[in-house]
């Protein structure tokens, strides 16, 4: 097997609140290979748009790295200076956001900020970089894409923002794209052409795509292995069929149980797995889970490890066996 | 149990006042000029125990003297003790200031919420009136408010607060016209509530906020106001010991002494100074936006 | 059949300022038609979903019922009285018999008063006497599941699904006849949303309501709406029974819409694409049927003439030349 691209190797990290040390995220694995889709799935609190921007350097200030690497092709990424970590960023990690409204700056023209995208690309001028920018507009699909370089973000809708957004993260060819809620926002219709360009895009991108989402329709669309995650940890990981037809957590299969597009019969009453997600500031010992658990018993007082049942699919509960 | 996952704080509307007081001791500028508010306000409220002298007492025969060891600041034009006169200017100043703007925040407020949630037609009106207001130059619409009224303090009053309404309304205004489309609003309208609980229940406490913050500010420019309109003549008369009275005597004194000029121009600077820095520093207290970054 | 709730050609109509630059260019549209002709009815205890996208005008058609958007053509007749006129005064009664929940709940809670005085507030409102506020306010609580305690509160120190709760405590305080809830889920994780909606089924029994559910969410409202009301651009373009419409969707949208929601099941992924093409704006509204501009089975016909909302015997209704069989 080769190299994984990306390598989360044991993250850590807390953020400092006036309310105490959110420990946002707690020993975390993950793999990412060239020519993968990653799905990372989870509900509010998770961490998993903590680990998005971990990946892509963009914690905020009051976040602390309590332990663990990143490594990204041989670099430790987060041990870069800040000049080599922007280089990274802009060259070979390349982010898409959830919200297609503020992504680009209402005051310069597409064409304009497609170019200056791609300012790390030395060595080409600036009519190729704006030839590079038309033809990347047309592979997502933006017709006339010739009128909309001239264009302002303000006047094409949310879906289409959406799509320059993935043209300006592909155009500088980065070996590592990361989706953090790419459909969230817009409306069903759009989301379904977006997943569909995505899946067309994946076909000739050799690179890894790394998509963050609640939503498990999208990602039961798009990736190929996903890790699930419950308020910091990776709780489950698995090719995506094993994750959807035999999950082997009890969060996953509660989760599963509780989409209502997985309901056949309309009930009287909608599942829903009781209780809140713990404070982070303050974590019970013990599984992360048990407290909503179903399986609950006298052996989750202790921190679960991930068991691997297979090659590709472990869980992190005592009651799976390998 | 709140979200405490999100590193982001919550807004704490009540707790953020006190805490900005705080910031704003932490910041040196806002602690200086704390320091300088409480001066002025202790010889504004006791200046019947500070003052040494009574500010109105003539003594002709030592006038326009230098400091010396009975008389700190000297004397005046007229010998009475300029340091008196200074610390009873500062009840003038503070008085007049407080009286007017109060006054005018309360006029500013309710018309600002009537312009920002009422007809359009009436909006219309007030605008016109804001505007027609703000346009008149100051010193002409003194004059003319004295020639009906008769100099003194009670015209200067009235004056400067005429003057700043406009100022407060508008922001008002502004404010309600933004929190007029907010969710809770329509959920209040979806209630059956009437316009008058609206505005006086759901919109006032939303708006004053930075009604106190633009009121704040506007005292030491009051202050200026006043020294400015009592040097023309045009404010307190005498012989009400006022900062700008004891300028213009000053003024008129400078080829004899310069003690008075700058006896009647140190507080006044004081003054400002430390009535800006405090309301700078509270402002950057009581912005959420600073807060949130957490680090500062 | 007496309805709860009967909307009759219903349309919401904002005139757009004229600029100085339309002296020079022109718009074509000098009006924002928000909602075009809307007809529906809701019955006793029914719960009626109202599906649509952005610029459908569920949102605008919900606020409309209540009078907190005026509407410029049609009528509206609740629980057997028409509402006269446009004014806020017309809409006195119907909101005191009718209820909004709100998308955002925090932000339709007045930020500076206590959940307890927001819960009595409506009583304060139409005059109602409470013997105790606490009291009033504690059994406000109890009904959404929430501890007494709460009252305490303001809206910034609750959570999205407490506040959720507040609202609906506050839509019931006055025991209305209908209540209309604005994505009653949104931002919601999957795990508790059905927290909320079992509340509301459960309350729905309890007191004999009658509901208007708001939403995008298919998946979401098959579970729990009688009836279905798709609407595009404005307009109603399909009306039935939730599972005559999720079996078979008679007009081209809803079929795009089923289409499109994306399967949590890696085995039923589609490869193709359902729909293409972006929702017009309502300021350039297509001629003749609005949705031909992006339906794979639009003919000639389609382009030129507007098709009828047609009712059939049983109520449903699609509008569409050649609706799916």
Request: glycine share 8%; aromatic share 6%; net charge neutral.
């Amino acid at each position: 097997m080769t190299d994984p691209l990306l390598s989360v190797q044991g993250l850590s990290v807390n953020f400092r609140t006036p309310h105490g040390f959110v420990h946002a995220l707690r020993n975390v694995d993950m793999q990412a290979s060239a020519g993968e889709v990653i799905g990372i799935v989870g509900e509010s609190g998770c961490g998993k748009s903590t680990l998005a921007s971990a990946i892509a350097n963009l914690l905020p200030g009051n976040a602390g790295i309590a332990a663990g690497r990143i490594r990204f092709r041989d670099n430790d990424v987060l041990r870069l200076d800040a000049d080599a970590q922007r280089r990274l960023r802009g060259r070979e990690i390349a982010m898409v956001f959830q919200d297609p409204m503020t992504a680009f700056s209402p005051v310069l023209t597409i064409g304009q900020q497609l170019i200056e995208f791609q300012h790390q690309m030395t060595g080409i001028g600036k009519a190729e970089k704006r030839q590079r920018a038309e033809a990347m507009l047309v592979r997502v699909g933006i017709s006339d894409a010739r009128l909309r370089l001239d264009g302002f973000p303000h006047e094409m809708s949310g879906g289409m923002r959406q799509r320059v957004a993935i043209a300006a993260a592909l155009l500088m060819n980065p070996s590592l794209l990361i989706a953090d809620e790419p459909t969230t926002a817009l409306d069903v219709t759009l989301e379904a052409q977006i997943i569909h360009l995505l899946r067309a895009l994946r076909r000739d991108y050799n690179g890894a795509i790394v998509i963050v989402s609640h939503q498990l329709g999208v990602i039961a669309e798009l990736c190929d292995r996903v890790y699930v995650m419950y308020a910091g940890e990776v709780v489950e990981l698995a090719p995506i069929d094993d994750i959807f037809h035999r999950p082997r957590h009890p969060y996953t299969q509660a989760l599963l149980d509780c989409d209502p597009a997985r309901l056949n019969q309309r009930g009287a009453v909608l599942p829903t797995i009781a209780g809140e997600i713990p404070d982070l500031t303050a974590l019970p010992d013990g599984c992360v889970f048990a407290p909503r658990c179903s399986f609950a018993d006298d052996r989750c007082r202790v921190p679960q490890v991930l068991t691997y049942v297979s090659d590709a699919h472990a869980a992190r509960c005592h009651r799976v066996q390998p | 149990m709140s979200s405490a996952v999100e590193p982001r704080t919550l807004p704490e509307a009540g707790r953020a006042r006190g805490g900005a007081l705080r910031k704003a001791l932490a910041n040196p500028m806002g602690a200086l000029g704390l320091a300088i508010v409480t001066t002025i306000v202790v010889l504004a409220l006791f200046a019947d125990a500070l003052a040494p002298y009574d500010p109105l007492k003539i003594d002709v025969l030592h006038k326009l003297e230098g400091p010396s060891a009975a008389h700190w600041a000297g004397t005046d034009n007229l010998g009475r003790d300029t340091l008196s006169r200074i610390i009873y200017g500062a009840r003038v100043a503070l008085g007049v200031a407080c009286i007017s703007i109060g006054l005018a925040m309360f006029v500013g407020l309710l018309l600002g919420l009537v312009a920002g949630y009422g007809p359009r037609w009436l909006d219309g009106v007030l605008v016109l009136f804001f505007d027609s207001l703000s346009a008149l130059p100051m010193i002409m619409f003194s004059l003319a408010v004295i020639t009906v009224l008769g100099p003194g303090t009670g015209t200067l009053i009235l004056v400067i607060s005429l003057v700043s309404i406009p100022g407060y309304a508008r922001l008002v205004r502004a404010q309600t016209l933004a929190l007029k489309r907010s969710d809770f609003i329509t959920a209040e309208r979806s209630l059956d509530a009437g316009p008058a609980r609206i505005i006086l229940i759901h919109l006032l406490p939303n708006v004053v906020g930075p009604l106190i913050i633009l009121a704040s500010m506007d005292i030491p420019v009051v202050i200026m106001l006043e020294a400015g309109l009592s040097f023309l003549g045009l404010g307190v008369r005498p012989p009400t010991p006022s900062w700008g009275s004891i300028l213009y005597d000053g003024y008129n004194a400078l080829r004899s002494s310069t003690t008075l000029v700058i006896a009647g121009g140190l507080p006044l600077v004081l003054a400002t100074l430390g009535f800006t820095f405090l309301g700078e520093a509270l402002r950057d207290g009581l912005d959420p936006k600073l807060q949130r970054r957490g680090q500062r | 059949m007496s309805a709860l709730l009967n909307i009759a050609n219903l349309s919401v109509c904002f005139p757009l300022a004229f600029g100085l630059m339309d002296i020079f260019s022109p718009r074509r549209e000098r009006h924002l038609r928000v909602l075009e002709d809307v007809s529906l009815d809701l019955g006793q205890g029914e719960t009626l979903g109202l599906v649509g996208e952005s610029g459908s005008g569920k949102t605008t058609l919900a606020r409309a019922v209540l009078g907190l958007v005026p509407r410029s053509a049609g009528d509206i007749a609740f629980d057997g009285e028409m509402i006269v006129g446009r004014s806020e005064g017309a809409f006195r009664t119907m909101r005191r018999k009718a209820a909004m929940m709100f998308q955002d709940p925090v932000a339709s809670l007045s930020p500076r008063l206590k959940v307890g005085t927001l819960l009595v507030e409506p009583f304060i409102i139409h005059g109602e006497p409470v013997a105790s506020r606490r009291e009033t306010a504690e059994r406000l609580l109890a009904l959404v599941g929430l501890p007494a305690a709460f009252a305490e509160r303001y809206p910034h120190e609750l959570s999205g699904g407490q506040a959720r709760r507040v609202g609906v405590a506050r839509a019931l305080a006055l025991n209305p006849r209908m209540v209309l809830a604005d994505e009653p889920t949104a931002g919601l994780d999957v795990s508790v949303q059905g927290d909320i909606l079992n509340l509301m089924t459960r309350l729905k029994g309890e007191f004999g309501l009658s509901y208007i559910v708001v939403t995008h969410d298919l998946a979401l409202v098959r579970h729990v709406s009688d009836r279905l009301a798709i609407m595009y651009l404005g307009r109603l373009v399909e009306l039935g029974p939730t599972a005559d419409v999720f079996r078979a969707p008679r007009h081209p949208y809803t079929r795009a819409l089923l289409d499109a929601e994306p399967i949590p099941d890696p085995r039923r992924r589609r490869e193709d694409l359902a729909i293409e093409g972006e929702i017009p704006s309502i300021l350039n509204r297509p001629s003749g049927c609005e949705f031909h501009t992006r339906c794979r089975f639009a003919r000639e016909s389609c382009r030129n003439e507007a098709p009828d909302f047609t009712q059939d015997a049983s109520g449903s209704a699609v509008r569409c030349h050649y609706p799916l069989e």
